[in-house]
């Protein structure tokens, strides 16, 4: 997929959980729950994946810290 198509369904899916409600088993109260996602294209100077999965965690990362429930690619 292209960098545009994986920031599309990572959208899709961060919303599609957004929208979701989790009842609590304990106490019946809704609990709302949010996803980060972070996204890397695979480069062809990459050694291997993990040198893809460390981009995409970065891209992760930066989601948490600029608040949360939402999806970021990995910039240089």
């Known amino acids: 997929a292209s960098e545009e198509e994986a920031f599309a369904k990572g959208e899709e899916i ?3 959980v957004e ?3 989790v009842k609590n088993p304990n106490d019946g109260v809704d609990l709302k729950v949010t996803l980060s996602v972070g996204i890397s294209s695979f480069l062809p100077t990459d050694r291997n994946n993990k040198d893809l999965i460390e981009r995409a965690d970065k891209a ?3 989601a948490k810290h600029s608040g949360r ?8």
């Open 14 to 16: 961060r919303k599609a």
């Open 19 to 21: 929208a979701m409600v």
């Open 60 to 62: 992760l990362y930066q």
């Open 69 to 76: 429930n939402r999806t970021i690619c990995f910039k240089e």
